[in-house]
């Protein structure tokens, strides 16, 4: 059981540049999302889904979209990368919709030059 | 909207006891709590839901006061594997933990 497997774990790209970050789960938890964590900003909420073929926006949504075409898989992409965008990227699942425990993959770090 | 935790930081030797306060300008259903070491994901501690129970984890409990839309998280006899930074996580309706949002973290240091 690996539990959330984020990929890859570092990143440097070029402003402008697209990417995306991969996200995967084993524990077929249907609440999926992405946080993003900045020195004395706490983590905040990017994209989450609910299940397969739903996603909504979290807190900071501009510049990143999700998909979900499958439980497992929850991928954020960065769509034209800009300075600001550099952070680390926690993705989380849990297992249902009542109050349950988020499980954080290991986290990737970002950095846009 | 973040919730506010506070203190910012707790610097504490061995064996101290320290609170770490949650609060919230919108009706809570329940509040999380997580601790991150530094470098690492945060790992979940404990949920606190409506009805102002309180809970423990080893020495450390946690309480929720829905009508004062705070929680306290209390770590009592601190060792030094307790250093980290606390974040609590507040959710405003049930059945909503896609909407998950965290505080700003409160630092905690326990030195020998």
């Known amino acids: 059981n690996a539990g959330v497997t984020q990929t890859p774990k570092f990143q440097v790209l070029k402003t402008g540049q697209s990417m995306t970050l991969q996200c995967a789960q084993d524990?077929?938890?249907?609440?999926m999302s992405w946080y993003r964590q900045d020195p004395g900003m706490g983590l905040r909420l990017i994209h989450y889904s609910v299940g397969a073929g739903i996603t909504d926006q979290g807190e900071v949504p501009n510049g990143y979209n999700v998909s979900r075409s499958t439980t497992e898989d929850f991928p954020l992409r960065l769509l034209s990368a800009a300075p600001s965008q550099t952070s680390v990227y926690f993705c989380?699942?849990?297992?249902?919709?009542?109050?349950?425990?988020?499980?954080f993959g290991d986290g990737t770090r970002l950095s846009i030059l | 909207q973040q919730p506010v935790q506070s203190p910012q930081a707790v610097i504490l030797r061995e064996g101290e006891d320290a609170v770490i306060n949650c609060s919230s300008s919108k009706a809570l259903y329940s509040v999380h709590w997580y601790r991150q070491k530094h470098g690492e994901a945060p790992v979940f501690l404990m949920i606190l839901l409506k009805g102002g129970e309180q809970k423990g984890h080893e020495k450390i409990s946690a309480s929720f006061n829905e009508k004062k839309q705070q929680s306290s998280l209390y770590l009592t006899a601190s060792q030094l594997s307790y250093s980290g930074t606390y974040f609590c996580g507040t959710e405003k309706r049930a059945y909503n933990t896609d909407k998950l949002i965290f505080g700003t973290g409160t630092r905690l240091q326990v030195f020998p």
């Open positions: 524990m077929n938890h249907e609440y």
């Open positions: 989380a699942s849990s297992y249902s919709q009542e109050s349950q425990p988020q499980h």
